[in-house]
């Protein structure tokens, strides 16, 4: 079925035994002329190649320096992308075929960038992707459970059957699935959606291995790897890293609450988190009591400037909502914008000394930064009983799920965006948006006229609900 699948991107696999390896190898000698084969590590590489080697019958026209296999007409390389941006390694090589093999352990990032690079100017070779994988086993692999998530999200609205064709467009920065592959204009572009799907795999499915014993070797296997390897089971044992600031459970559970009231509560606070550039977008996050609206997106290249971003941010606030926008970099432009516009804006830096302990008043934090994801951390513990609620939104999740922490001396150190960014490749825009819409200031109409300013100047503007 995945061979003769027309997707433009396929995932395959779920167990092991399935035959990826075999399909991945079979398409490339059979249906292609210009292969890139990747694994995160080149070490990993080796069983691939061996591999190819059984089934040509010889290593003729492999160079192993180049790692590139030159057959009948087909140009087979191996490469490997273990930095964040080692994908551009392969920049401007377009490729016919292109294989992640085992693509969860690789960065969605990475996984997108190279995909740009699918295409051929043989308008007769049809292009595909295969991202091969079993289950992740941590939250950095979690990315292909979203990426396929027709097939593999059990939340998913519109489950989608093994092998089903459905097609995705990017708009404005934001993947959305459409009903088909009709081009369609948005803008001043013709967008062409591309086809997708997940054909699950299992030892039962491969004979060659049925006879081996492998299948015993899998039922032997500790839980939840036995589930995870004999069956593909998506939901067994993704475990969180020990030192991620909040559980991936406690933002489930908050996102599982989520119902849009009939009438809104007043909204208290916007946190504006503005895009750095590259694939970052501008996210505002709007905060009804402790009830979060959905997030508002903007490509970075929607928001070049102060006067956009504050534009946007004035168009998404009501009931005089506190304004929270992150003033490291580019987001010093819009806050000038919006105070001089009048409203009530507060520039957090992140990177300024913590202002407060957390509840129980014996930890203590490096920097704001840190105070503030602690702050979401503490609001998300079903132990305090918040009654928060969060959007359902699989990037919110990802990016909330993403900082890890440390103990620094007597303090809490919540790793930074760079770190974050070289981890899992990308900038978490959207948590970063929450956490500042988390921070509760109060409204100047809360107080006299004759003790407004004052008096909003004197509270503690990163205190939080």
Known sequence: MAYESQADIIGYGGAAGGGKTDLACGKAITSHKRILILRREATQLTGIIDRFTELVGSRDGYNGAERIWRMRGRQIEFGSTPNLDDWNKYQGRPHDFLVFDEAANFLEAQVRALLGWLRSVDQSQRCQALLTFNPPTDSEGRWV?????????????????????????????????????????????????????????????????????????????????????????FQAGMTDDPWQVIPTAWVEAAQARWVRPAKLDPMDSVGVDVARGGGDKTILARRHGMWFDVPLAHAGSATPDGPSVAGLTVAAMRDEAVIHVDVIGVGSSPYDFLLDMGLQVIGVNVSESA???????????????????????????????????????????????????????????????????????????????????????????????????????????????
């Open 145 to 233: 459970v979203s990426f396929f998530a027709p097939w593999l999200d059990k939340k998913h609205p519109r489950p989608a059957a093994a092998g089903e064709l459905r097609y995705f467009a990017m708009v404005d920065g934001k993947e959305i699935e459409v009903d088909d592959g009709t081009p369609f204009q948005h803008g001043d572009d013709l967008v062409t959606p591309m086809s997708r799907t997940f054909i699950p795999s299992r030892i039962s499915d491969n004979p060659h291995l049925m006879g081996t014993g492998y299948m015993a070797t899998l039922q032997a296997l500790p839980e939840p790897l036995r589930s995870q390897m004999l069956y593909g089971d």
């Open 355 to 465: 202002t407060a302990t957390d509840r129980s008043g014996r930890l203590r934090f490096k920097n704001l930064r840190s105070q503030l994801w602690w702050a979401m951390r503490e609001a998300l513990d079903p132990a305090n009983n918040s009654g928060i609620c969060l959007p359902p939104d699989p990037m919110l999740l990802a990016d909330l799920c993403a900082p890890t922490w440390k103990p620094v001396g007597s303090t809490v150190y919540v790793a930074s965006r760079d770190e974050i960014v070289k981890r899992i490749g990308r900038s978490p825009d959207y948590g970063s948006a929450y956490i500042l819409a988390l921070i509760d200031t109060p409204k100047r109409s809360m107080f006299k006229p004759s003790v407004r300013r004052n008096a909003a100047m004197d509270y503690d503007p990163y205190a939080v609900k």
